[in-house]
């Protein structure tokens, strides 16, 4: 009974051991290939249990998350052939898992750093067009993006698609960072000298312009306030002449007065006038001649 019971616990685990070798699980987080003696069977397996014959396939797993690898610092020529020391890292994931084991043999270590050199040489490209002040001053993220067009073609040769590249730190080596920067300032102060040449430019043009149009509104108006006082001068013309007209002598001891008022009573004043003078002509008679 005992040697029957441990042919069936053999038996029992020989099964399990088979059946355990004959399936496997694909997480939705990873890819899954199933090799025949090396040779890639499928590469597009859903998520879920899934069969394989055993120890003729077996099945080999990458992961299907966003990969991070940092790069050491490393120097690059500018245009001038003067070195920038760059720091930068790459975000890359699998997209073709066939491919890229095919490329790579599915080693994560081989396809980093073969992607690494890729966008190595694409910075070199980038930098080789530019000057160190135009790799200082320009937007970093207008240069990788430039890389990155030629970098992913040649990513997608080993199945795998480059997310992100970006430059953590930029520094210029000691020898050219005091004359990057001199020339730098130079630039600067060349453009502000031209902004305030243009601004004292404009200032000078808009003052030129309130001064012509002030002096076109002083024209204008003093031409007006000559039109209104010709016109009053010659309304107020016409009245004096019509009241001349209905009674001259009124209008001649009217005048008489007003000149008095204004003439008299003044401290200081003197006149020097012949006893004749026709000026007091109405204080000298004591009864106006228009009651005779």
């Known amino acids: 009974m005992n040697g029957k019971a441990s042919v069936l616990l053999v038996a029992l685990a020989l099964l399990v051991a088979l059946v355990s070798a004959s399936v496997f699980t694909v997480d939705e987080r990873e890819y899954a290939i199933k090799l025949r003696f090396g040779e890639i069977l499928k590469d597009d397996f859903e998520p879920g249990l899934h069969f394989k014959v055993p120890f003729v396939h077996n099945v080999v797993k990458y992961d299907d998350r966003i990969l991070t690898r940092n790069n050491p610092t490393e120097e690059f ?105 001199n020339r730098m300032r130079q630039e600067r102060a060349r453009v502000a000298a031209q902004l305030r040449a243009e601004g004292a430019e404009m200032a000078e043009r808009i003052r030129s312009e309130a001064d012509r149009d002030r002096t076109i509104i002083l024209a204008e108006a003093y031409k007006d306030s000559e039109q209104i006082r010709g016109a009053g001068d010659a309304e107020a013309a016409d009245v004096y002449a019509k009241a001349h007209e209905r009674d001259p002598e009124f209008y001649a001891f009217y005048r008489s007065l007003q000149a008095y008022r204004r003439s008299l009573g003044a401290e200081g004043d003197i006149f020097v006038l012949g006893p004749e003078s026709d000026f007091f002509r109405y204080m000298k008679e004591s009864t106006p001649a228009v009651g005779e």
Request: hydrophobic content about 40%; cysteine-free.
């Open 77 to 181: 020529l500018t245009l001038e052939k003067k070195n920038l020391k760059v720091d930068f890292y790459v975000k890359w994931r699998i997209t073709d898992p066939g491919q890229y084991y095919q490329a790579v043999g599915g080693d994560e270590l081989i396809a980093t750093n073969r992607l690494i050199e890729i966008i190595k040489d694409g910075i070199r490209a980038e930098f080789a067009k530019r000057t160190v002040q135009q790799v200082v001053t320009a937007d970093r993220r207008e240069i990788m993006d430039d890389m990155m067009v030629s970098a992913g073609q040649t990513a997608r040769e080993l199945g795998i698609e480059v997310v992100d590249v970006r430059v953590k730190r930029l520094d210029l080596p000691d020898e050219v960072s005091d004359s990057v920067f």
